[in-house]
């Protein structure tokens, strides 16, 4: 069905118009007025012209109907550009796309790359930047790697990693990060960038950097594991996921 629908740059460029693949206009750099869609002999069969005059003096600005879009740079045909992009949502063999196509694996390969960063990319900017929702209960915690054992034996390179999980959440939401120290200020700026301060409830051990999270509108607080792993006065309060 899709190779009716696309079966030349035509149909291909009508189809792309038609699911928002490609823009219908394209305002001139130069003058911002609409360009004029031209035919020309090139890949695509059609480019975006405009030869306005500003102040008298002519100009003349060009663009690919590929300008700003997922296909921009991909030197095929708009018809089989959008088959490797079909081939790519059906998960497709490499090799078998390649041949389907007459195209290099190099070629096939590099664009189902571009499709899986823009899927990611996408992904990415659905989630919040910071962990947690007003439901959760988030543990924090600090560690020390690469220390040395009673300051004994080959010194190595001691690195400072700050995490946090959601506790029940389904798929681990977490994350771990490097941080210079566990310093006060360090501290409280990895958890305001990292921490959303809606959380139900933002769990730490005793260490003291973590007092004043309750100032900075988080509704904190930490067990002393020194006498407890679990804080007897709200079970709640504990760090044993992390």
């Known amino acids: 069905m899709l190779f009716l629908l696309v079966q030349d740059n035509e149909k291909a460029l009508q189809w792309c118009w038609d699911y928002g ?11 911002n007025s609409q360009m004029k869609l031209s035919k020309k002999e090139c890949i695509d069969g059609n480019i975006w012209k405009c030869r306005r005059s500003i102040e008298g003096k002519q100009h003349f600005e060009k663009k690919s109907i590929r300008d700003g879009s997922i296909f921009s740079g991909l030197r ?3 018809n089989d550009a959008v088959f490797l992009l079909y081939e790519w949502a059906r998960n497709s063999c490499l090799d078998d796309c390649a041949f389907k196509l007459n195209l290099s694996k190099k070629r096939v390969s590099a664009w189902f790359k571009t499709c899986r960063m823009i899927v990611v990319k996408h992904v990415r900017s659905l989630r919040s930047d910071k962990l947690g929702g007003q439901h ?30 959601v506790r029940g959440s389904l798929h681990r939401e977490s994350f771990l990060k490097i941080i210079k120290n566990r310093k006060k200020p360090t501290m409280h700026k990895a958890v305001q960038k990292s921490i959303n301060n809606h959380a139900r409830l933002v769990v730490t051990n005793g260490w003291a950097a973590y007092e004043g999270l309750n100032e900075l509108g988080y509704n904190h607080s930490s067990v002393n594991h020194s006498s407890n792993f679990v804080s007897p006065s709200n079970p709640d ?6």
């Open 21 to 31: 693949l490609l823009v219908k206009g394209m305002l001139c750099p130069r003058c």
């Open 76 to 78: 095929i045909a708009l």
């Open 136 to 165: 959760d209960v988030i543990e924090l915690d600090e560690a020390q790697i690469g220390r040395r054992k009673s300051h004994k034996g080959r010194k190595r390179k001691e690195v400072w990693v700050f995490g946090a999980v």
């Open 237 to 242: 309060v504990h760090t044993q996921t992390i």
